[in-house]
């Protein structure tokens, strides 16, 4: 059984801290993973997609991913009270099959 | 508008009665794949489909069925609903790098 491992928060933190979320996969097999963001009663929206070890950025988001320990991370710097959302660490296999974990809340508090 | 439109966006149904959930995408993607959404348990993948004729099980296919005819639409059908499938239901269309999702139907079974 493939899973995707979120603590489920929520995860609290002051306007402008950096936020740290993070997910673990089971299967070594994943070749691609997301990081989705899910507002109340809206659908999820992608954020960042990362396939290679290491470090990947875009504008105040990091993606973080280290295959050896089958862990992928979210960083988020500047945060702000609407980054306060669910955030759904999703991994991939052959482009096609998606395992999404069940999601961390997160509360940015002003 | 860009967008991936679901219908209906509720339904309270009962046990046995068939149902279809129809999805539509205007972005000529060839992917497409169906998720519920069940608290504690995040999304997982009911169905997808590579392309027109081609579709395959996901995670969680017991109970549904799908069709890809048209490019555009890719219905989810509940041919005897039970009530362990009231659920958020999405649909999802992309690339291998993004998933865009619809807005979801609610589904309740009695």
């Known amino acids: 059984q493939k899973e995707v491992e979120q603590n489920s928060g929520p995860l609290s933190v002051p306007e402008g801290a950096i936020a740290s979320l993070n997910c673990t996969y089971s299967d070594r097999g994943s070749q691609s993973f997301f990081w989705y963001r899910q507002y109340s009663g809206k659908s999820p929206e992608l954020i960042m997609f990362?396939?290679?070890?290491g470090d990947k950025e875009d504008g105040r988001f990091t993606a973080q991913l280290n295959k050896a320990s089958q862990y992928v991370s979210l960083l988020i710097r500047d945060s702000q009270p609407s980054d306060s959302a669910t955030y759904l660490c999703?991994?991939?296999?052959?482009?096609?099959?998606?395992?999404f974990g069940s999601g961390t809340k997160l509360n940015v508090k002003p | 508008e860009a967008q991936v439109t679901q219908n209906p966006r509720y339904l309270i149904t009962v046990t046995g009665k068939k149902l279809t959930v129809t999805c539509s995408q205007n972005m000529n993607h060839e992917y497409m794949s169906w998720y519920r959404q069940d608290p504690g348990l995040g999304l997982r993948q009911i169905y997808y489909s590579m392309n027109v004729e081609v579709t395959d099980k996901g995670d969680v296919p017991e109970g549904y069925k799908v069709s890809r005819k048209e490019k555009r639409n890719f219905p989810l059908i509940l041919e005897s609903p039970s009530p362990n499938q009231t659920s958020l239901y999405f649909c999802?269309?992309?690339?291998?790098?993004?998933?865009?999702f619809g807005p979801g139907t609610r589904l309740t079974v009695l």
């Open positions: 999703a991994a991939g296999y052959n482009f096609n099959k998606f395992y």
């Open positions: 990362i396939y290679s070890n």
């Open positions: 999802a269309s992309g690339t291998y790098n993004e998933q865009f």
